[in-house]
């Protein structure tokens, strides 16, 4: 590394100085350390506002904070109200579907019980047609025909 000279007032040597020794660096590695920072955050030192970085990351907190809000007030508000209407039309259209079925299974039930009672209606028809028919064929019990019957349906 060779060695180079810059040319600077005496206040700002001074002010050198003071920051070398508060920093514990000496003037080349003060310097150089200086460059690469203005380098990397590109900062012009002419335009300097003497901001504080915690003043400009209290800025910066502003903004995310203001980013969130726009966002949770155009996107996840009405998103949860969407899933919300979603979800309740959906509970809607399940209890009008289990309505559904309990009314087709109460059809199902009630006419069920018509086809026993009409089967129940046609046995006795039946029976009855199988006592009369044992009468007349055994008028007088001779053969015990009726009385067999009789104990076939009890």
Do not use: C
């Not at 970085?53 to 800025?59: D, M, Q, S, V």
């Not at 949770?72 to 009405?78: C, F, G, N, S, V």
């Amino acid at each position: 590394m060779s060695k180079k000279s810059i040319l600077i007032s005496d206040y700002h040597h001074k002010e050198l100085k003071k920051l070398s020794e508060a920093l514990g660096l000496s003037y080349y590695k003060l310097v150089e350390e200086m460059i690469t920072y203005f380098k990397k955050t590109g900062i012009n030192p002419q335009e300097s506002k003497n901001e504080s970085p915690a003043r400009a990351l209290k800025e910066l907190d502003k903004r995310m904070v203001s980013f969130l809000k726009v966002q949770e007030r155009d996107i996840l508000k009405p998103l949860r109200q969407e899933v919300y209407n979603y979800s309740k039309e959906q509970n809607h259209e399940i209890q009008k579907t289990s309505d559904t079925v309990i009314e087709v299974l109460n059809k199902m039930n009630t006419n069920e019980t018509q086809r026993a009672n009409t089967m129940l209606e046609e046995i006795k028809k039946q029976r009855m047609v199988a006592l009369s028919i044992a009468k007349l064929l055994d008028a007088k019990n001779k053969s015990g025909l009726l009385s067999k019957i009789n104990t076939i349906f009890e």
